[in-house]
């Protein structure tokens, strides 16, 4: 499977983006997805994790009630809603794909190594 993900660009503080990553190759809608984020000099961090329904949802503290996940299984697809962007939100973004969803625990979803796929990132710049 191959994840392009797209919609990253340059914004100022406080502006939206709307990123997506569209799966080829096989169906995703088994796979619970993931986005992560990598800033300069930074280690991969997650962001937020979505279950193969849509219906749970995970994220990281730093996005939590700014940034909303959500996958249409119809498309191939997931995105990543993030609203309220701060500078410190700058970084590639990176969407991943967990083929064995029911594998994972509270200690694992985070985690790089959880995810078997991964797209080739898009990066978001926020501008001060």
């Known amino acids: 499977v191959q994840l392009q993900a797209c919609g990253g660009g340059l914004v100022q503080a406080g502006d939206s983006l709307r990123l997506s990553c569209a799966a080829s190759g096989r169906t995703i809608g088994s796979d619970a997805l993931a986005w992560f984020r990598q800033a300069p000099g930074k280690e991969r961090e997650f962001v937020s994790r979505i279950s193969r329904s849509g219906s749970r949802t995970y994220y990281a503290d730093s996005v939590k009630g700014r940034f909303t996940i959500s996958r249409d299984n119809a498309k191939n697809t997931v995105y990543l809603q993030m609203n309220g962007l701060k500078p410190e939100d700058t970084a590639v973004y990176y969407c991943?794909?967990?083929?064995?969803?029911?594998?994972?625990?509270?200690?694992?979803?985070?985690?790089?190594?959880?995810?078997?796929?991964w797209g080739q990132g898009t990066l978001v710049t926020v501008s001060s």
């Open positions: 991943a794909a967990d083929r064995d969803p029911n594998g994972v625990t509270s200690r694992t979803y985070y985690r790089v190594e959880t995810y078997d796929y």
